[in-house]
């Protein structure tokens, strides 16, 4: 994810309009303009700038994994051999291009990654597991929690 090389300073109207937006990313212009009290035309203005610096990063669908098929959720954690720049260049790489992993995030703490995966069923769970981990030579070992429920997904940023 690439980030802008300098902040944009958001104010009360930019932080109002981002509030909205992440309730619902197609809400029309005009609807934000009356409730951000702003014209249409200042409003898509400052949408375009929050786009331009990198603050809006993307707008996506938000999809239930289980109505496409998708019936295991699991949060894997992920500890490499090493810590070396190349291990974790090629890691992220590699969780990135792989379309079952939602989120990957690399941490601190003794736990290289943490990973949201989402599968049809455990056998293609166990697939994806020894692709990914089980074969790969840089992963020492991995711990696979598998949700139950999804109580809360995507929620907005608190700001």
């Given at each position: 994810?690439?980030?802008?090389?300098?902040?944009?300073?958001?104010?009360?109207?930019?932080?109002?309009?981002?509030?909205?937006?992440q309730?619902?990313?197609?809400?029309?212009?005009r609807?934000?303009?009356?409730?951000?009290?702003?014209?249409?035309?200042?409003?898509?203005?400052?949408?375009?700038?929050?786009?331009?610096?990198?603050?809006?990063?993307?707008?996506?669908?938000?999809?239930?994994?289980?109505?496409?098929?998708?019936?295991?959720?699991?949060?894997?954690?992920?500890?490499?051999?090493?810590?070396?720049?190349?291990?974790?260049?090629?890691?992220?790489?590699?969780?990135?291009?792989?379309?079952?992993?939602q989120?990957?995030?690399?941490?601190?703490?003794?736990?290289?990654?943490?990973?949201i995966?989402?599968?049809?069923?455990?056998?293609?769970?166990?697939?994806?597991?020894?692709?990914?981990?089980?074969?790969?030579?840089?992963?020492?070992?991995?711990?696979?929690?598998?949700?139950?429920?999804?109580?809360?997904?995507?929620?907005?940023?608190?700001?």
């Amino acid at each position: 994810m690439t980030r802008p090389a300098s902040p944009r300073s958001l104010d009360a109207f930019d932080l109002a309009i981002l509030r909205l937006l992440q309730t619902d990313a197609r809400t029309p212009q005009r609807t934000i303009a009356e409730a951000v009290h702003l014209s249409a035309a200042a409003v898509q203005r400052r949408i375009a700038a929050l786009e331009a610096s990198g603050v809006i990063s993307g707008n996506t669908a938000v999809i239930d994994p289980e109505a496409v098929g998708l019936g295991i959720t699991a949060i894997v954690e992920v500890h490499l051999e090493d810590e070396r720049t190349e291990s974790i260049r090629e890691a992220k790489a590699l969780f990135r291009a792989e379309p079952a992993v939602q989120q990957c995030y690399y941490s601190t703490g003794g736990i290289s990654f943490f990973l949201i995966v989402v599968t049809t069923d455990m056998t293609a769970y166990q697939a994806l597991a020894r692709r990914l981990f089980e074969d790969n030579p840089r992963v020492n070992r991995f711990r696979t929690l598998v949700a139950l429920d999804r109580v809360k997904t995507g929620g907005a940023l608190a700001f």
